[in-house]
């Protein structure tokens, strides 16, 4: 598959061949979406500026789950039929996997290409099919060879996780391992296909390890200048709208349960929170796409107006974006916990030289180091795992019902279903006129409505009634909607 295709750049001032470029404020940390080659020479080029050295050490995170390569420089992915133009989960893939099917993907390719006059078929993302007369032909690992020539200090690694879910444990070591001895100004760059989720996600952790050298090495640095008012520095301090709704805050039940368990945990929320907006979108002080706290709320609401079999795909993502935002809080927590040991870990022969002339230790962040894994860090805390199993679905899915509105339908149904049919209908779209009042007038709140109109007859039909339709349903003879429910209620067999 053609890992680009018409509009996927969604920002504006765009870098050619490198989709989606930009920078998160306030780090030397970039994102974006699978480069070209000419594309990896502009963003490099673009990162390192006028100041940067272009041997210095660049590190490189590639999210993507899905073996590349490069024809006439263009990028292409190996996909399942069933998984074009959508979102490839394909489960538990390792670097190593990745990038040993690279050499078998071209091998395929080369021999495709071969078989057809030297013309090779690819689809796009919209399925539809083209040739293209192969000239040239790389893996991913031989393009970054390549620009390791103008780029001596390039550093690159995989790391392939999934789009909605959190990425495993593990995969917050590799990345901490990778980015441990790098400064404070040692630039990282991140990309997936796009520069959505995966990278953002990525760019979320990168940033998270830019705080902890920061908070490990600065902190005696900053408090012998003189007036610096240290509470405006600390991150932990950022508070969002409280106008905002909860859901938009990151208010979810089994956050409030991870906050409550850790040490300082309304501070880790509070960090975690301020990282998200620096790279979310304009409107929370980012410059990128997605926003990962805020996109759970939006999700939330589609879930509403949406059928079934949509829901239960949705909810599964709903459930997965809250386990990366948990893990996420869990990982800040574990990243403020690392900055205080390294600070203390200075060996007695080192604090000699890195102690300033006010008596506070000040440690480079390439001389930072992590005292224990976070796989380790969160061995220590196992109920943690458990918690987040059981508490991400832990939403009220549903808006309830008024139990006013619901005793009034359920003794109108009670005393003559049939004779106050009428009188059902009505009150059910008024009260359904109430609940949703807060959704703005359209198509979106009329589906709303009618699911919710749908549901609730349902709900109060008669017991022999409400058997015979739940089996029709069951038997794909019916779907749960409002007319095909009353037609069952009001038809009469012909005598």
């Avoid at 500026?49 to 190996?78: H, M």
Wanted: glycine share 6%; with cysteine; charged share 30%.
């Amino acid at each position: 598959m053609a890992d680009h295709f018409a509009n996927i750049q969604k920002l504006p001032d765009p870098i050619a061949g490198c989709p989606n470029f930009r920078r998160v404020p306030g780090y030397k940390v970039y994102c974006c979406g699978q480069p070209t080659i000419a594309g990896f020479e502009a963003c490099l080029t673009k990162v390192c500026g006028d100041t940067y050295p272009k041997d210095g050490k660049i590190i490189w995170f590639n999210l993507r789950q899905e073996p590349s390569v490069y024809v006439n420089g263009e990028p292409l992915c190996a996909r399942p039929a069933n998984k074009i133009g959508e979102y490839a989960e394909l489960g538990n893939i390792t670097r190593d996997q990745n990038k040993a099917d690279e050499p078998e993907f071209m091998k395929v390719c080369e021999n495709r290409a071969k078989e057809n006059g030297g013309k090779l078929k690819v689809v796009d993302i919209n399925k539809v099919e083209k040739e293209v007369e192969v000239k040239e032909m790389k893996t991913l690992s031989e393009v970054i060879e390549g620009a390791k020539a103008k780029f001596p200090g390039l550093v690159h690694m995989r790391v392939p996780v999934c789009n909605s879910a959190a990425p495993l444990e593990n995969d917050f070591d590799i990345m901490c391992d990778t980015l441990t001895g790098t400064s404070i100004n040692t630039p990282i760059i991140i990309n997936d296909q796009v520069g959505l989720s995966r990278a953002t996600t990525a760019c979320v952790i990168a940033c998270l390890f830019k705080e902890f050298q920061i908070n490990a090495s600065f902190e005696g640095l900053v408090e012998t200048v003189p007036g610096v008012n240290l509470d405006l520095l600390k991150m932990d301090r950022y508070k969002m709208d409280p106008a905002k709704d909860p859901l938009f805050r990151g208010e979810f039940e089994v956050v409030k349960e991870l906050v409550a368990s850790l040490k300082d945990g309304d501070a880790a929320k509070n960090e975690c929170d301020k990282v998200i907006d620096k790279n979310g979108t304009p409107k929370t002080g980012g410059t990128g796409i997605k926003q990962l706290r805020e996109n759970i709320a939006e999700s939330k609401l589609s879930y509403e107006i949406m059928d079934d079999a949509a829901q239960a795909f949705l909810k599964m993502k709903i459930m997965d974006n809250i386990h990366k935002y948990y893990y996420l809080i869990l990982f800040t927590a574990y990243m403020r916990e690392a900055a205080d040991l390294a600070r203390e870990a200075v060996a007695d022969e080192k604090k000699g030289e890195l102690t300033l002339a006010g008596g506070r230790c000040a440690i480079p962040g390439d001389q930072l180091k992590l005292s224990k894994k976070f796989v380790q860090f969160v061995d220590e805390n196992p109920k943690l795992r458990d918690l987040v199993e059981t508490g991400k679905g832990n939403l009220q899915w549903e808006r309830d019902i008024p139990q006013a509105a619901l005793s009034n339908l359920e003794n109108l149904a009670a005393t003559d279903f049939k004779a106050n049919l009428g009188k059902i209908i009505h009150d059910i779209y008024q009260t359904a006129h109430l609940m949703f009042s807060d959704m703005p007038q359209g198509d979106h709140k009329k589906r709303a409505k009618y699911r919710f109109a749908s549901k609730t007859l349902m709900r109060i039909l008669p017991p022999a009634k409400k058997t015979e339709v739940e089996g029709l349903i069951a038997g794909n003879a019916m779907t749960m909607d409002l007319y095909e429910i009353l037609g069952k209620c009001t038809w009469a067999v012909p005598k």
